[in-house]
Structure formats: structure tokens, C-alpha cells
């Protein structure tokens, strides 16, 4: 079935504004004491979660909360 062009100009602003490696905050969130084990452990993590490096470059909420997470991983040890 051929495409109309009308199909096919949604497509192609579905794919321009659509990035494959973008995770959600509630993925970023549910996995950010991984990702933030690796790094108190001296893991290269922004290779193991680039996800979760990416979306935490670009999120500020994520940023902030992750940087409380790591104080407190580091407070406590
Ligand atoms: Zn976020």
C-alpha cells in the first residue's frame, strides 16, 4: 500500500522530533541509585547508563535529585 503524502509528512515529523534513545523521568528515576552505585564505585557509569547519563544532562529535576542521592550515598557511605 503506497504511502500518501500527507502519511508521509507525519512520519517525517514523528522521526524529527523523536529521539530512540530517550527515556522517560520514571526510567531515569527508578534507575539512578544504579547508576549512581557505579559511580561512587569508580565505574565508568556514564558507559554502563548512557541513558540514564544522557537524560540526566538535559533534565534539571533528574539532576537535582540525583545529586541529593549521591550527597546522601556519600554521607552515608
Ligand atoms: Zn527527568
Keep these: ?3 500518501d ?3 508521509l509528512s507525519r512520519l517525517a515529523r ?3 522530533t523523536t529521539q530512540p534513545d530517550e527515556i522517560a523521568c520514571d526510567e531515569c528515576f527508578a534507575r539512578m541509585d544504579a547508576f549512581a552505585d557505579l559511580l561512587l564505585s569508580g565505574k565508568p557509569a556514564e558507559e554502563l547508563l548512557p541513558k540514564i547519563h544522557a ?3 538535559r533534565c534539571p529535576d533528574c539532576k537535582e535529585e540525583f545529586e541529593s542521592l549521591l550527597a546522601m550515598l556519600r554521607a552515608t557511605g
Design 5 to 7: 503524502p500527507s502519511t
Design 55 to 57: 537524560h540526566l544532562q
Design 14 to 16: 514523528a522521526l524529527a
Design 1 to 3: 500500500m503506497p504511502l
